[in-house]
T-cell receptor, first 117, second 112 residues
Framework: DAGVIQSPRHEVTEMGQEVTLRCKPI?????LFWYRQTMMRGLELLIY????????DSGMPEDRFSAKMPNASFSTLKIQPSEPRDSAVYFC???????????????FGDGTRLSIL | AQSVTQPDIHITVSEGASLELRCNYS??????LFWYVQSPGQGLQLLLK??????LVQGIKGFEAEFKRSQSSFNLRKPSVHWSDAAEYFC??????????FGTGTRLQVFP
């Protein structure tokens, strides 16, 4: 089975540029999570969606960050304008959730390593 | 507030030795607990999970973990470590709003 697919794997760009990270969740999963990993702050949840609807975006650092999930098989995380402090590894994860909260674990993609110069 | 503490930032063991990685959590209700492993340049792979029932859970790659409610702990163990186990290990607790709260991780180094 294909896992969570993220693209690009690496992104290097200059500050001020727009950055778009992409994620394809596992087919059939209805919850999607975006995380950021840095040495200083560890793994932070940025936002998560359930059935394509954003449920909690309290982790989004500021208005420069936005995330969308136009359909069940695709999500984007956009940073505009980007800044050097946004450099990190960004992970997408997906899981299957129901009203019963059957607590299926989250499956992670391999991440996008983002460097803002 | 929910939190996870991994007291050991870095652990070094010899190949073939036993391993225990510590994890303590703070959560008001029955926790859902996880251990993930991250190899360099890779995403997080689920090793095992605890939702309910038997407090000793078995995972992949020969790992196991024991949930101890009285100690608020969920320590990860392996009887004999292999060089390929060198990686970073994260303990996590799931909140009642489906959010995973991660510990800061323990980096495992294995000497031949």
């Amino acid at each position: 089975d294909a896992g969570v697919i993220q693209s690009p794997r690496h992104e290097v760009t200059e500050m001020g540029q727009e950055v778009t990270l992409r994620c394809k969740p596992i087919s059939g999963h209805n919850s999607l999570f975006w995380y950021r990993q840095t040495m200083m702050r560890g793994l932070e949840l940025l936002i998560y969606f359930n059935n394509n609807v954003p449920i909690d975006d309290s982790g989004m650092p500021e208005d420069r960050f936005s995330a969308k999930m136009p359909n069940a098989s695709f999500s984007t995380l956009k940073i505009q304008p980007s800044e050097p402090r946004d450099s990190a590894v960004y992970f997408c994860a997906s899981s299957s959730r129901s009203w019963k909260r059957d607590n299926q674990p989250q499956h992670f993609g391999d991440g996008t390593r983002l460097s803002i110069l | 507030a929910q939190s996870v503490t991994q007291p050991d930032i870095h652990i070094t063991v010899s190949e073939g030795a036993s391993l225990e990685l510590r994890c303590n959590y703070s959560y008001g209700a029955t926790p859902y607990l996880f251990w993930y492993v991250q190899s360099p340049g890779q995403g997080l792979q689920l090793l095992l999970k605890y939702f309910s029932g038997d407090t000793l859970v078995q995972g992949i790659k020969g790992f196991e973990a024991e949930f101890k409610r009285s100690q608020s702990s969920f320590n990860l163990r392996k009887p004999s470590v292999h060089w390929s186990d060198a990686a970073e290990y994260f303990c996590a607790v799931e909140s009642n709003t489906d959010k995973l709260i991660f510990g800061t991780g323990t980096r495992l180094q294995v000497f031949p």
